[in-house]
């Protein structure tokens, strides 16, 4: 949250290396390849840095928007990817870093959607559209689930997932994205298109990673975080979201 509220983009910049350095890691031992190559594919470094300087010499709207549709179709790439991985369970050194880091460089993009802003500080941070809804989101679905759910989402990929908690995840997303739109500033329709991604392919971006786990034959990315797993644990749904609502509202915004 440090990383978010300041201004600079260096901090989360930095975050988001580490994450992908992390994410690679775990990336690496599900698909049996060495993390080096994921990391190394996904091309993190060049990607977020290529983010930041779009960001920071204050670009052209319509280039930074072609600059998030590349990422759109990197992790595109990054998706299609993993899911060769799946099918034929044989990794080549496939670009499956993709999915990890084109994402993270469109969240470092999405830090600078709307400037100018204040030269220290930055809490109405866009980013926050990207986290805070899906966080709200899987806390009802967890608990709506766990009360009320009785109708199996993909019994097969996630068990304990159910129909009745993945649409309070939804509600959750359009009410908790409104809420903060209208709180920092942003107009209302693009507020609740950004619910509906966080609702929809953060969803779907968490039933990816669990597709993935299962084939692979684990029940967590990692361990790093107690409670949660690894890392792609705690953001396969952001990294779902975060290119889309990073192209929402670089088109929506002044």
């Known amino acids: 949250m440090l990383a978010l509220f300041l201004a600079s983009p260096w901090p989360l910049f930095a975050l988001c290396v580490a994450v992908a350095a992390v994410g690679a890691r775990e990336l690496g031992r599900m698909v049996d390849d060495k993390p080096v190559w994921v990391f190394l594919w996904g091309l993190p470094a060049f990607a977020l840095l290529a983010g930041w300087l779009l960001v920071s010499a204050r670009f052209p709207r319509w280039e930074l928007q072609w600059f998030l549709v590349i990422q759109q179709v990197l992790f595109a790439v990054g998706i299609a990817a993993t899911a060769v991985w799946v099918r034929k369970r044989r990794s080549g050194h496939l670009p499956i870093g993709l999915w990890l880091t084109a994402p993270l460089a469109s969240v470092v993009a999405l830090h600078g959607v709307k400037v100018p802003h204040d030269p220290v500080w930055y809490p109405t941070t866009p ?125 929506w915004l002044d």
């Open 127 to 251: 980013v926050l559209m990207a986290c805070v809804p899906i966080w709200i989101g899987d806390v009802l679905a967890y608990l709506v689930g766990k009360r009320i759910g009785r109708h199996k989402l993909a019994a097969n990929i996630s068990p304990k997932k159910t129909w009745e908690g993945a649409i309070a995840n939804l509600i959750g997303c359009l009410v908790a994205s409104w809420a903060i739109g209208q709180a920092i500033g942003f107009p209302t329709v693009p507020s609740l298109w950004c619910g509906l991604v966080c609702g929809t392919l953060g969803q779907a971006g968490d039933l990816f990673e669990s597709w993935v786990k299962r084939t692979a034959g684990r029940k967590d990315s990692g361990s790093l975080l107690p409670g949660h797993g690894g890392i792609l644990d705690r953001i396969d749904s952001v990294l779902a979201a975060a290119p889309t609502i990073a192209l929402i509202l670089n088109a």
